[in-house]
């Protein structure tokens, strides 16, 4: 009796990162699913296969991974792409001519670029706005709008948008409201428990975690929208391969584990930096000070490991401290078990326009961090170091 309740017991989130999709291989018993390096499948007769016909429309490495992914989310379904981006392009091709799309003001860069210098040119209309005030989304709401695309938190500003409101205003006219929920992570976030319809990643950062592969995913929850997109899935062809489905579970096995880790360890580093001289702000949503704490608090579990500051001296200023960084090493992406710095003006940034950029707050001096797992005292040392000798 006690076990069969055990059994009925649906799995705690860390269980499911490392089980659901991923029961031994039924043919040998391998324990890790393998990578079905494949393009194709033998058919018994034509037409009459396992499932399984091409490797773009399906591969068992790749379902694996979806429904890992699904589980984590929270959702019925999960679609893997080959990146973020090939996941965000595939999601804007449910969207036609004439269509409008409302967008959080600093979406990540791709994804502003894809929409303002890609899709744009074939019919579609953007309005950008400050989502984290959800007023500005009813605004510009109009009897074309299709879709609100959220970001929460933001890149590089960790601003909050409020997903259960941005959504409601979204259903009220009709539009769907997607998440990209890179910088959370399901561990911190699930936006479809929220009220979203599509949850975006970049599984490139926190899902796979050791900044060793490129890929994306869509969960939702809806079927005749899901059977959409797995039809475009396959018809426009941005998906993962094997090997990266592998690497990409992999990682997802201790999410949990690093996820704690990194909110761990960017708490300290916010508490640090906050109080050193020669840093004018601080932006990390776990900081009370943080104009989107309160929201953040309510729907996250946790704030997650980015952690941005401005500090005296601009640009200059900016530089010198990345120049004697030893352990936070320069560069863009985010997400990794070590520790990474970048100037958003002119790294992750730079391709937006000075002007767009000061209007979204977004200062020259501006430093971001992707806290990693390693060691807090080595991390704060290092900052502290960077910091100091600041002339
Ligand atoms: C990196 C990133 C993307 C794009 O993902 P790729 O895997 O690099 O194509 C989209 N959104 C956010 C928030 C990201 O950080």
């Known amino acids: 009796m006690a076990r069969r309740k055990l059994q009925r ?22 324990i890790t699913v393998p990578i079905y390096q494949t393009s194709t499948f033998a058919q018994s007769a034509p037409g009459v296969h396992q499932g399984y016909d091409y490797s773009r429309t399906d591969n068992p490495t790749r379902t694996a991974l979806q429904k890992a992914l699904a589980s984590l989310e929270s959702a019925n379904y ?12 595939t999601a804007t091709l ?4 004439g269509d409008h799309i409302v967008s959080s003001r600093d979406v990540y860069g791709g994804t502003y670029r894809l929409f303002r210098r890609v899709l744009q040119d074939f019919g579609l209309t953007f309005s950008f706005v400050e989502t984290s005030n959800v007023k500005g989304i009813e605004r510009v709401m109009t009897r074309h709008t299709r879709l609100v695309w959220i970001e929460s938190p933001t890149n590089p500003l960790l601003r909050i948008t409020d997903i259960r409101a941005a959504a409601e205003i979204a259903h009220r006219h009709g539009a769907l409201c997607l998440v990209d929920n890179t910088f959370a992570s399901p561990f911190f976030q699930r936006p479809l428990a929220l009220g979203a ?8 950062k926190y899902l796979a975690g050791h900044a060793d592969v490129v890929g994306g995913a869509i969960c ?21 391969s094997p090997f990266d489905c592998f690497l990409t579970l992999r990682g997802l096995k201790t999410l949990a584990l690093r996820m704690r880790e990194h909110e761990k360890n960017a708490i300290r580093v916010a508490g640090f930096l906050k109080d050193q001289p020669r840093v004018r702000r601080v932006y990390y949503p776990g900081l009370s000070s943080h104009p989107g704490h309160e929201i953040a608090a309510e ?3 946790g704030f997650s490991g980015i952690v941005s500051f401005e500090v005296k001296g601009g640009l200059t200023g900016a530089r010198r401290v990345l120049g004697r960084l030893k352990i936070f090493k320069i560069a863009e992406s985010l997400g990794g078990v070590e520790s990474l710095v970048e100037l958003p003006a002119v790294m992750t940034h730079a391709s937006i326009p000075k002007e767009e950029r000061k209007k979204s707050g977004l200062d020259d001096g501006l430093i971001r961090l992707s806290v990693g797992i390693e060691d807090i005292d080595d991390l704060i040392f290092d900052l502290e170091s960077a910091l100091k000798s600041q002339g």
């Not at 319809?197 to 599984?203: I, P, Q, W, Y």
């Not at 059977?227 to 426009?236: S, T, W, Y």
Request: glycine share 8%; charged share 15%.
């Open 197 to 204: 319809d599509l949850v975006l990643h970049s599984t490139t």
């Open 78 to 89: 999960c679609l893997a792409f080959s990146s973020g981006m090939g996941a965000a392009t």
């Open 94 to 97: 449910l969207f036609k001519h």
């Open 220 to 240: 939702l929850n809806e079927r005749s929208l899901y059977e959409r997109l797995k039809f475009l899935q396959n018809a426009a062809g941005a998906t993962p």
């Open 299 to 301: 729907q996250m579990d």
């Open 9 to 30: 017991r649906s799995l705690q989130f860390a269980s499911r990162a490392i089980h659901v999709g991923q029961e031994p291989e039924a043919a040998t018993g391998a």
